[in-house]
């Protein structure tokens, strides 16, 4: 009898988080430029370029906790890093200011001579913790 049959020691990231990744602000673009990269600065993130007049930001995390991402598990291989690539974008709208976060997370995993870069699903929390950052 063949057919399909599960890896018992690789379960595959969730995806059943909820991720808001966009708010509205009624505050100058320049505060809320100010409060995402100052938040980005606070919380080690390479920032890899700012173009205010465009409103894109994008930035780099060497390493991120559970709480951001969930990344599955695969018991047969170590891991051996995280990252996490952040873009940004801030644009007016009407009267207010819009800003809007998209993450791509990845865990670097080794197995003897095998490496592979496994992607990762958000949770939502990096997100929240950059929009919440603006003060207000």
């Known amino acids: 009898i063949s057919g399909c049959a599960s890896v018992p020691w690789i379960t595959p990231p969730s995806d059943e988080y909820t991720v808001v ?3 509205s602000y ?3 673009y320049d505060d809320v430029w100010a409060g995402i990269l100052g938040y980005l600065s606070d919380n080690k993130a390479m920032i890899k370029s700012a173009d205010k007049s465009n409103g894109l930001i994008t930035a780099e995390l060497s390493a991120f ?3 951001f ?3 599955g598990k695969d018991s047969s291989m170590n891991i051996t ?3 996490a690539s952040i873009n940004i974008l801030i644009r007016r709208s009407n009267e207010n200011v819009v800003a809007t976060v998209n993450n791509e997370f990845l865990e670097s995993r080794q197995m003897m001579q095998a490496f592979t870069k496994t992607p990762c699903n958000s949770k939502g929390a990096l ?4 929009l919440d950052s603006v003060a207000g």
Request: net charge negative; aromatic share 0%; hydrophobic share 15%.
């Open 21 to 23: 990744n966009s708010k």
């Open 127 to 130: 997100e929240t913790s950059i």
């Open 65 to 67: 906790e559970d709480a």
């Open 81 to 83: 890093g995280r990252s």
């Open 26 to 28: 009624d505050k100058s």
């Open 69 to 71: 991402a969930d990344c």
